[in-house]
């Protein structure tokens, strides 16, 4: 009896390492695709604007699957022959869960009895005492919180780099130094010279994907519209690279900035953003621009 208790205290932890190891790998979430452990994957939403995303599971830290989604981001780029990316948005959460072990009980006892017998003739009876006692174990029960983490990030490629962004990260420089860190067995990266055939900023491509909408357009020249007579002059030279657009947070590139609806660049203020546009104003005077190259 002892014995089978004994048994029985080993053979649990084991059970529930086993149950850990099925449902996580009992490690943290390798660099590859997306699996029931979790991994990266990625939309593409025009011809350089992509949402990569990587999840991990239970042993991951919000570090690591940060680098990861970097090192996913800067794969993309290289792949699609593009130097540089800028992340136009990010997303960072956790999900939380308490798993609990189940529960054994394993009961153990014994008995002793103890009394005289007196016989008369062919008759007798029979005096004494039972004394016993018997043990109740339960195994289990633990409850361990587990927490895991996702990052998502939307980025823009391009060829060029613009100077003075520090949100623009050289995608083999990146690529390499995540590699680096976590020991990964990943390919030669190299870098690919920007030729005019594919520019940073390619011709128009749009597509859906949730309920975002990116455009980037290729156009001879910038798209300027004024609502007022005032000269063309008092307008400050700004360069919108790229819009991605959605119902509620429509973002611009405008130079090295990433601005939304309300905010300003070079003392102009972007009071809306469409699909094809973005308006400014300044000093009252109201243009439209759309993106250049």
């Known amino acids: 009896m002892r014995s089978g208790e004994g048994k029985m205290k080993k053979a649990l932890p084991v059970l529930f390492l086993?149950?850990?190891a099925a449902y996580g790998s009992g490690c943290a979430t390798p660099y590859a695709r997306q699996s029931l452990?979790?991994?990266y994957s990625e939309t593409q939403l025009s011809e350089n604007i992509f949402t990569v995303t990587?999840?991990?599971n239970g042993y991951t830290t919000r570090e690591r699957a940060s680098d990861f989604t970097l090192l996913r981001c800067a794969e993309i780029a290289i792949n699609n022959g593009y130097n540089y990316f800028i992340?136009?948005?990010i997303e960072k959460y956790t999900t939380d869960m308490a798993l609990t072990t189940p529960t054994t009980s394993y009961t153990t006892g014994y008995g002793h009895t103890s009394g005289s017998v007196n016989m008369y003739g062919s008759h007798g009876t029979f005096s004494g005492n039972t004394f016993g006692s018997a043990k109740t174990t339960t195994y289990g029960g633990q409850t361990f919180?587990?927490?895991k983490p996702t990052t998502s990030n939307t980025i823009l490629c391009m060829n060029e780099k613009s100077d003075g962004n520090p949100f623009v990260f050289d995608a083999v420089f990146l690529a390499k130094s995540v590699t680096k860190r976590y020991h990964l067995n990943r390919p030669v990266y190299a870098t690919r010279v920007a030729s005019a055939q594919n520019s940073a900023y390619p011709a128009q491509s749009t597509q859906e994907s949730g309920r975002e909408q990116a455009i980037v357009r290729n156009e001879p020249r910038q798209n300027v519209t004024?609502?007022?007579n005032a000269p063309a002059q008092n307008q400050p030279n700004l360069l919108v690279k790229g819009i991605v657009w959605s119902p509620d947070r429509p973002a611009a590139l405008i130079g090295d900035q990433i601005v939304r609806e309300g905010g300003s660049v070079s003392g102009a203020r972007v009071t809306k953003i469409t699909k094809d546009t973005v308006e400014f104003e300044m000093n009252g005077i109201t243009w439209q621009q759309g993106v250049s190259r």
């Open 18 to 20: 086993a149950f850990l």
């Open 37 to 39: 452990i979790g991994g």
């Open 54 to 56: 990587f999840r991990g």
């Open 87 to 89: 992340i136009i948005d």
């Open 145 to 147: 919180l587990i927490s």
């Open 226 to 228: 004024a609502r007022s």
